[in-house]
């Protein structure tokens, strides 16, 4: 059976690459997802699943301690969920990708247009193909290329397709909230086939940093906001040096910086010629699998805090430390649940070798999972690295590669029918 | 006579607070003088004067070397110029003000609504009061005070109240290349009545520090342009020192920083997560009345292009520097001009003391007014390190003391006609 399911895979690999290529040529920027989704619905429909297409109402999520996003309103950003009834006495598996791409950035540092799509040497590029849109092909194929062999399971197996994972988890959340549970959960977000069983959580916050506002010309009867600005972020450097020395979890061995607080945004001043009087810094700060996201928030708060020891500046003006927006929760699977040598033994027989285990350095909405009882274990076929990247690209082998370890693993884990 | 004008302005002195405040509450920033500019040109006009409203043309302007200018249109923000012309023969001088306001920043750090025009301790509280509509008031009410005397002058007074200032000086380019000049120009910009006979003139700049985008959470694999703007503001400051050192006009003694290098705006980065691959940075540069703003541009280009040898990233990532809007040039009058005299009289006459003499730490309009060869006196009641400042307010007495100075003055330089 594995040697069908691989020639099916390959024999319809032309048509793949090309949906594929359509996938990344949407540019699903949040909040610009609804065209894409309803192509999806429409996919999962042909397939023969049973499609919810559904409008996520905000206010039903908002008394949730888990729900974290930045809009208003995710309107005309639907949520897809098509799922493939087993016929009773397997066990069930989620496989959930998101939709939404991050930015795509300065246009100059990509080779190719960002929403190309472009083949080049069996690599595809555009924004979101490895993060995760590679992914959520190998997980369409898997399902589709049993089907097409006629294949049916005992468990049920779920493909979700849900939005708002680049800020906090809300389309998976609103699933989980509908009742889309199951036995576990696959991620096929980019860990370049590596298995991550542990995910580190984040968290986003905001800096703001006070000054006092002078005119540029006799600027020191001003106080700078932006040279004050300084000082928060070397803090910021220390604290994520101190909070890496202090972990020791052997999972992350070989990671340069395995919790990272990234400072991704800065802002502030309003006219060249005046002193700025209030800068903002916006960032994330990982949150480590053995760590709860409030122990993280407080020890950034605990350094902001610290600031007035070196700076009486800052003593009667301290940073003002909110956290906003997008959470992952850290999350993963237990190294002796099934599903983590099922999919071991699955990529063995696809590559010939056993897999790595790796903790992975950021989030997922595995974590989100994993608060409602869903095991979750990330896999895929991107790289790694080129995440939120200029010229992100996947190799297309990888893409059909992971499709066939998915579908092997679905029917060890569901079980086939009689 | 002297005492004549001074009861004159002290019998008005209400009605005179009342317009001030009622200006304060208009706030004029850029691309929002119109109405502002309508009531003025209606009181020009029932001082008599020869009133002169206008929109200008930006296309008109743009092959000027001098022209400096972040708009697009000026259309909406007319310029008004009102000439009492004299009986001839006598000195013409021109009293020039501008309206625009710079912005008034973050609201929490005013006590006071940032436009409230109100009078506390005799003061008046609002954006734009010491730079500069005290000082337009005071000019406004010397030229009210003669005319209500009967008084006649020989040569012309010619008021101005120009937009653009702040970021540039379009508008009194404009009422140059319309014609008007004059044997000389005051200019009631915030001085705390000191004279500045020479001043300094800026030049604004933006630095583009660049980066490689990374997913925040190995962020390891970017490089962020903010770590690397740190570098960057530490070079300006560096910069600043040394320039500073490097000066040695005793007319800038007791001036902290005489030729200040000001950031005034930062902004960088797309997403909390990501690593920031491009940060812009905003200023202004002082040019030192010895120096041609091209050396003070070369000065900051050098600085820049320097930092390749302190870090390779800046050899192969070179920080852009771009010259843009806001350009003063430096100007003012030499000290033998006989303005200088008269004008020290009559404050003397006011104030039983002679005036000090300063170098202004900052540009004004003056510096395009001398490049068309009329020598510009900066002279002003309001407060100098109020100007750009939340809390802005101007002392009335000032004002007032300001004005019988201006009248006085116009008297001696423009002389009584027979």
């Known amino acids: ?57 905000i206010e039903s999520l908002k008394g949730n301690p888990l729900f974290h996003c930045q809009r ?26 998101h939709v939404d791409v991050v930015p795509e950035g300065d246009h100059a540092q990509w080779d190719q247009h960002p929403y190309s799509g472009q083949v080049i040497d069996g690599c595809l590029y555009g924004r979101g193909v490895t993060d995760m849109k590679g992914g959520n092909l190998s997980a369409y194929v898997a399902v589709a290329t049993l089907k097409a062999l006629g294949i049916r399971l005992k468990g049920d197996v779920i493909l979700q397709s849900v939005i708002e994972e680049e800020a906090g988890g809300a389309g998976t ?37 006070a000054g006092i506002k002078a005119h540029g010309g006799t600027r020191y009867e001003g106080v700078s906001a932006l040279e004050k600005s300084v000082a928060v972020i070397a803090t910021v450097q220390a604290l994520e040096a101190q909070r890496n020395a202090d972990l020791d979890d052997p999972l992350y061995a070989g990671v340069p910086i395995p919790l990272p607080i990234n400072l991704g945004r800065i802002e502030g001043g309003d006219w060249p010629s005046s002193v700025p009087d209030e800068i903002t810094l916006e960032g994330r700060i990982g949150v480590g699998p053995g760590e709860t996201v409030a122990a993280a928030e407080q020890a950034l708060r605990t350094a902001m805090a610290a600031l007035a020891d070196q700076d ?19 999350g993963g699977i237990d190294l002796d649940n099934p599903l983590v040598d099922k999919l071991s033994s699955a990529f063995e027989r696809v590559h010939q070798r056993r897999p ?29 690295r080129l995440a939120h990247f200029p010229n992100e690209h996947i190799r297309l082998d990888d893409v059909f590669d992971v499709a066939e370890i998915m579908a092997l693993t679905l029917i060890d884990w569901c079980e086939l029918a009689e």
């Open 1 to 57: 059976m594995h040697e069908q399911i691989r020639d099916a895979i390959q024999q319809r690999r032309e048509a793949y690459t090309e949906l594929l290529k359509q996938w990344v040529q949407e540019p699903t920027l949040s909040g610009q997802e609804a065209r894409y989704q309803h192509r999806i619905a429409e996919l999962y429909r042909e397939l023969g699943l049973d499609t919810d297409l559904w409008e996520i109402d």
């Open 72 to 97: 208003d309103t995710l309107a005309g950003s639907p949520n897809v969920v098509g799922t493939w009834k087993g016929t009773g006495g397997g066990r069930s598996l989620i496989l959930n990708g």
């Open 173 to 209: 959340l609103a699933a989980l909230e509908r009742g889309y549970t199951a036995d576990a959960a696959l991620i096929p977000e980019p860990t370049e086939q590596n298995l991550f069983p542990r995910q580190q959580g984040s968290r986003w916050f905001r800096l703001k940093v």
């Open 312 to 330: 009486a500046w800052f003593a009667e003006h301290p940073v003002e430390v909110e956290f906003y927006g997008a959470c992952w929760q850290p």
């Open 356 to 384: 790595e285990l790796q903790a992975s350095p950021w989030g997922t909405d595995g974590g989100l999972l994993s608060q409602y009882g869903v095991p979750a274990m990330v896999f895929g076929p991107g790289i790694t």
